[in-house]
Nanobody
Framework: QVQLVESGGGLVQPGGSLRLSCTTSTGTFGTSNVSWFRQAPGENREFVAT????????DYVASVKGRFTISRDNAKNTVHLQMNNLQPEGTAVYYC???????????????WGQGTQVTVSS
């Protein structure tokens, strides 16, 4: 069983940046897609970004395109989410998850981390 651990969240002012990391405490990502989701209070979990296992293909929700960048280092079993120009609507708990193939639906992901809080506020 793969256990995922997110880090890098925190409090940032509007327009600021954060870099989230997702690592495995057991096993490796293998050939799985790795995705980031976020969940704001009272909202459903929302797909944010995904990256294929070789890192050759990425996809983003429209609201973060041009501001967020997902990347992975398979040698270090780490996936990053660089978030620039953060806005208050980006406040949420951010989760990483793995699945055998790309999907934007949370129900298709078997393994999740515990989440890291991102708060965008002045």
């Amino acid at each position: 069983q793969v256990q995922l651990v997110e880090s890098g969240g925190g409090l940032v002012q509007p327009g600021g940046s954060l870099r989230l990391s997702c690592t495995t405490s057991t096993g490796t990502f293998g050939t799985s897609n790795v995705s980031w989701f976020r969940q704001a209070p009272g909202e459903n979990r929302e797909f944010v970004a995904t990256i294929t296992w070789r890192g050759l293909s990425t996809d983003y929700v429209a609201s973060v395109k041009g501001r967020f960048t997902i990347s992975r280092d398979n040698a270090k079993n780490t996936v990053h989410l660089q978030m620039n120009n953060l806005q208050p609507e980006g406040t949420a708990v951010y989760y990483c998850a793995t699945a055998p193939a790309y999907s934007s639906e949370p129900d298709t992901y078997a393994y999740w981390g515990q989440g890291t809080q991102v708060t965008v506020s002045s």
